[in-house]
């Protein structure tokens, strides 16, 4: 069977001051954070951002103890599922592959190839999948087996997305319904699901599968709840001039104020682990929101973490994509419309219909608007999976 390995895919995040600004650069430099119809223009645009916005950034990351804590928790994780493969009888050597910060990507393959992996499973740490969290992960991954020969020797296997898996549903039940039982009068408490945002020409026009993906798995967990509680779903975290998936978390939050909602339990359904879009984001800015508008009982389902029933869930995915036929990288990376995503060596600018909007949205007027609201500060800071 040889040596075998489990790749967890994760954005990163900074684990100190010093690091915001070059984690900053990072994000805004991958096309599938801020689409630019000019590739030359990627980088000197993500350091105007980076160089500008870090100031803010800070700030952020001050009110939630000075870092991200997803390194640790990620690492966390990764030790209790290589605990958990092994009482299955299963041992594997577990690595973690960033996206944006350390350890990054490239610095978990240069492991797998120190450590001769036979066998790998590669598997993200985002329940469903995105072009720009797991679909921007894969593709890197997709580059580096392209450009080194060496690592065709890995007999490899893509989890894509798994937000269908009973114990990840089981055990965000289990969330929910602890935080229930906080409040005087459970059954009447609304569950709000707030997911992480995309603009809505990821789903319309390049056929990302997240918006579809979000719904079915709010409708699940709903499901495995098996609580009378109303429900709604919101998108956070959107930025710039283009429109994103609604409802915005912000605005649903002010109109169940207005419908008279008393009791708000928020669920971060696209999130395993804490970061600033739990602990600033929803914990601090949506708190603020809910209080303003009359929303006195607020409370918020704890990520994941390293939930039991959670890491079996992880284990039993590795498990089973151990046991079925491989999926490869090349398979993961198609959306079902092929609309060219990345990378963006050739733009061409009007002759279609899909570029002149994928152009236009965020070119010329669109990205001065951009750069006035990231510049200014006026906005929510984070983007897609900002962490």
């Known amino acids: 069977m040889g040596r075998t390995g489990v790749l967890l895919l994760n954005l990163g995040g900074p684990e100190q001051i010093d690091d915001v600004r070059p984690f900053l650069f990072n994000l805004f430099s991958d096309p599938e954070i801020i689409r ?8 000197p645009l993500a350091w105007l951002i ?9 700030e952020n990351y001050l009110a939630i103890g000075g870092g991200s804590p997803l390194r640790q928790v990620t690492e966390a994780q990764a030790v209790a599922l290589e605990e958990q493969l092994k009482e299955k009888g299963d041992p594997v050597g577990i690595y973690i592959g960033m996206r944006y910060w350390h350890p990054f990507t490239e610095e978990a393959i240069a492991k797998i190839k120190r450590d001769r992996i036979d066998n790998l499973v590669i598997l993200p740490l985002y329940p469903q999948f995105s072009i720009s969290t797991s679909g921007s992960s894969f593709r890197l991954l997709e580059k580096l087996w392209q450009e080194d020969p060496s ?25 929910i319904a602890q935080e229930l039982d906080q409040f005087s009068h459970p059954d009447e408490v609304t569950i709000f699901f707030s997911a992480h945002g995309v603009p809505v ?22 499901q495995t709840l098996n609580r009378p509680n109303p429900h709604v779903l919101a998108y956070q975290s959107r930025v710039g001039p283009v429109e994103w998936l609604k409802p915005y978390t912000e605005d649903a939050i002010q109109k169940l104020a207005n419908e008279g909602v008393q009791n708000l339990l928020v669920v971060p359904i696209s999130f395993v682990s804490e970061h600033i879009e739990t602990l600033q984001e929803i914990d601090i ?21 390293t939930h039991p029933v959670f890491i079996k869930a992880l284990a039993d995915l590795v498990v089973n994509a151990l046991n079925s036929p491989n999926v490869q990288l090349s398979e993961v ?28 949205r965020l070119a010329m007027l669109g990205l001065i608007a951009l750069l006035i609201e990231l510049i200014s500060g006026h906005g929510p800071l984070h983007l897609v999976g900002l962490l």
């Open 333 to 360: 990376t198609q959306m079902k419309k092929q609309v060219k995503m990345y990378p963006q060596e050739r733009w061409e600018w009007g002759l279609t219909p899909s570029a002149e909007v994928w152009n236009g």
């Open 285 to 305: 800015e949506y708190r603020e929101i809910a209080e303003e508008a009359g929303i006195h009982n607020f409370r918020r389902v704890p990520a994941l973490n």
């Open 50 to 58: 980076s160089t500008l916005r870090s100031k803010r950034s800070q």
């Open 36 to 43: 630019l119809p000019f590739p030359w223009l990627q980088k």
């Open 201 to 222: 020409s990821y789903v319309e026009e390049a056929g990302d599968p997240y918006q579809k993906e979000i719904e079915e798995c709010t409708d699940l967990i709903m």
């Open 151 to 175: 690592l065709n020797r890995i007999n490899y296997t893509v989890v894509r997305s798994w937000y269908e898996q009973p114990g990840y549903l089981q055990a965000m039940a289990q969330l």
